[in-house]
């Protein structure tokens, strides 16, 4: 296992189709993040999974955002409806469960999103 | 709330030369610190990180960084600059409840020869 693994790395897409994005964490990893970076900005929270539940969301996660992380293991992020804004980075990390509060996140390499 | 903010968005420095980056946060509690490195279209690669004890850390590439808990800072620094540091830089804290990060904004560094 070398880390985590984000597919695709590049997704270019029409304004109003919907995509999607993978997330496979690194083994054993039970917390999951997904992040979303725009150009010259510092990456921004979306959402969090501890196993297979949610458990937070930010205010940035609009309705046309939905994540899941069935059985644990791989996480998916979809975008419905796409819009210009969108086009970003989307970041994946996950972190291990021992000792969660003093471990560092890994990422993974990120898909970038470019609505035209 | 919390918050991260790196005061110069774009530095550069001449190889061989020391690097300072500033990081102030804002947070309540005692706060989890890191740095990352992002190189263009990569994702972020950690270079050190602070949860406690001594406030001098040492990273990987001959980073350190000390926390400073009076000043609200968290500066990265490195004695020698090499052409490959060139990069994007970014402070974070760590949300403990949730383990999720607040970044800055990214100071991105340029090394001239």
């Known amino acids: 296992d070398t880390g985590v693994s984000q597919d695709p790395r590049h997704k270019i897409t029409k304004r109003g189709q919907n995509v999607t994005f993978r997330c496979d964490p690194i083994?054993?990893?039970?917390?999951l993040y997904w992040y979303r970076q725009t150009l010259g900005q510092g990456p921004e929270f979306l959402t969090y999974?501890?196993?297979?539940?949610?458990?937070?969301k930010s205010r940035l996660l609009s309705d046309r955002f939905s994540a899941e992380r069935p059985k644990g293991s791989f996480s998916t992020l979809e975008i419905q409806r796409t819009e210009q804004g969108d086009s970003a980075m989307y970041l994946c990390?996950?972190?291990?469960?021992?000792?969660?509060?003093?471990?560092?996140?890994?990422f993974g390499q990120g898909t970038r999103l470019t609505v035209v | 709330a919390q918050s991260v903010t790196q005061p110069d968005i774009h530095i550069t420095v001449s190889e061989g030369a020391s690097l300072e980056l500033r990081c102030n946060y804002s947070?309540?509690?005692?706060?989890?610190l890191f740095w990352y490195v992002q190189s263009p279209g990569q994702g972020l690669q950690l270079l050190l990180k602070?949860?406690?004890?001594?406030?001098l850390v040492q990273g990987i590439k001959g980073f350190e960084a000390e926390f400073k808990r009076s000043q609200s800072s968290f500066n990265l620094r490195k004695p020698s600059v090499h052409w490959s540091d060139a990069a994007e830089y970014f402070c974070?804290?760590?949300?403990?409840?949730?383990?999720?990060?607040?970044f800055g904004q990214g100071t991105e560094l340029s090394v001239k020869p």
């Open positions: 990390a996950s972190r291990p469960k021992l000792r969660a509060e003093n471990t560092e996140a890994f």
């Open positions: 083994s054993e990893h039970n917390r």
């Open positions: 999974f501890q196993n297979e539940a949610q458990l937070e």
């Open positions: 947070y309540g509690a005692t706060p989890y």
């Open positions: 602070y949860f406690s004890g001594d406030t």
């Open positions: 974070a804290v760590a949300n403990t409840q949730g383990g999720k990060l607040i």
